[in-house]
Nanobody, 118 residues
Framework: VQLQASGGGLVKAGGSLRLSCAAS????????MGWFRQAPGKEREFVAT????????TYADSVKGRFTISRDNAENTVYLEMTSLKPEDTAVYYC????????????WGQGTQVTVSS
């Protein structure tokens, strides 16, 4: 199983980025997918999650209204569209997948760095 995250980079405050996470070796459509982030010196935190068919999404309060999670099951890919970025969004962003009925995520990607300058 591999989750390959990409799309990170350096952007100015107020800018936008789109992260992608391509999955392989797993029945992607059977997995809830999520995005998490970890800033330097801080614990990893939840960002967003999406249901298996994409009909249900949940967001952390800190990103609600600015970030949008989506998925393409035909392409085995989950996305995180980030707008109105703030310096406090700076972190390594990770994608992860979990099966129905499980509270813990089974698989994690390697992370992609997002840096927002003021």
């Amino acid at each position: 199983v591999q989750l390959q995250a990409s799309g990170g980079g350096l952007v100015k405050a107020g800018g936008s980025l789109r992260l992608s996470c391509a999955a392989s070796g797993m029945p992607f459509s059977m997995y809830f997918m999520g995005w998490f982030r970890q800033a330097p010196g801080k614990e990893r935190e939840f960002v967003a999650t999406i249901s298996r068919k994409g009909s249900s999404t949940t967001y952390a309060d800190s990103v609600k209204g600015r970030f949008t999670i989506s998925r393409d099951n035909a392409e085995n890919t989950v996305y995180l569209e980030m707008t109105s970025l703030k310096p406090e969004d700076t972190a390594v962003y990770y994608c992860a997948g979990r099966r129905l009925g499980k509270s813990d995520y089974d698989y994690w990607g390697q992370g992609t760095q997002v840096t927002v300058s003021s």
